[in-house]
């Protein structure tokens, strides 16, 4: 049992480069998230979704776009990298009705 | 949006020390998770609460789940060197859309030089 699985986990960038996150969970959970840490600011919710083929925006969305075409995976993209977008992601993911997230081991981007 | 405050930012342990840290609201929340985050890895859930007043330990660790449900608190007891990281609280909040936590900005915990 992998549980929650992030690739790549390092990623350098160029402004305007485009780039795929990839998450994948083998817990057979319905809800996958993606979140952004930055220094100071905390876990800050991307998208997420709550079941194959549903994506939802979360408190920081602007410049990622997120699908989720097999239940086991959720993918983050970015079209078009900006410096600002350079930070660590995190996958999560959790069963339906229990609140409690599980966390894949990151992806440390950055954006030159 | 809403917040959780997170006390203490930092501090520091010396081997065998008990270490208490908080979260507080001013939403009423029906879960608190605790998470601790090592360096380069992910957050790993420790404890998970479900409700007002509830007491839950894991090994030397033990999480309450305030009576008020805008709070929650983390113990640990006889800490030792591995405890060392960042931990989290994060929350539901009551009525929220489910699987939408808030998380606090972490409390670091370091070894006293």
């Known amino acids: 049992n992998a549980g929650v699985t992030q690739t790549p986990k390092f990623r350098v960038l160029k402004t305007g480069q485009s780039m795929t996150l990839l998450c994948a969970q083998d817990?057979?959970?319905?809800?996958m998230y993606w979140y952004r840490q930055d220094p100071g600011m905390g876990l800050r919710l991307i998208h997420y979704?709550?079941?194959?083929?549903?994506?939802a925006k979360g408190e920081v969305p602007d410049g990622y776009n997120v699908s989720r075409l097999k239940k086991q995976n959720f993918l983050l993209g970015l079209e078009s990298a900006a410096p600002s977008q350079t930070s660590v992601y995190f996958c999560?993911?959790?069963?339906?009705?229990?609140?409690?997230?599980?966390f894949g081991p990151g992806t440390r981007l950055t954006v030159t | 949006g809403q917040q959780l405050n997170q006390s203490p930012q930092s501090m520091f342990i010396q081997e065998g020390e008990d270490v208490s840290m908080n979260c507080t609201s001013s939403?009423?929340?029906?879960?608190w998770l605790w998470y601790k985050q090592d360096p380069g890895e992910g957050p790993v859930l420790l404890i998970a609460?479900?409700?007002?007043?509830e007491l839950t330990s894991n090994g030397r660790l033990t999480a309450q789940f305030g009576i008020t449900r805008k709070d929650s608190f983390l113990n640990i007891s006889a800490s030792i060197p591995s405890d060392v990281g960042i931990y989290f609280c994060?929350?539901?909040?009551?009525?929220?859309?489910?699987?939408?936590?808030?998380f606090g900005k972490g409390t670091k915990l370091s070894v006293k030089p």
């Open positions: 999560a993911s959790n069963r339906r009705r229990l609140y409690e997230q599980y």
């Open positions: 817990m057979n959970h319905e809800y």
């Open positions: 979704s709550v079941g194959e083929g549903t994506t």
């Open positions: 939403s009423i929340f029906n879960t």
């Open positions: 609460l479900y409700k007002a007043g």
């Open positions: 994060a929350g539901q909040v009551y009525g929220g859309s489910q699987g939408n936590l808030i």
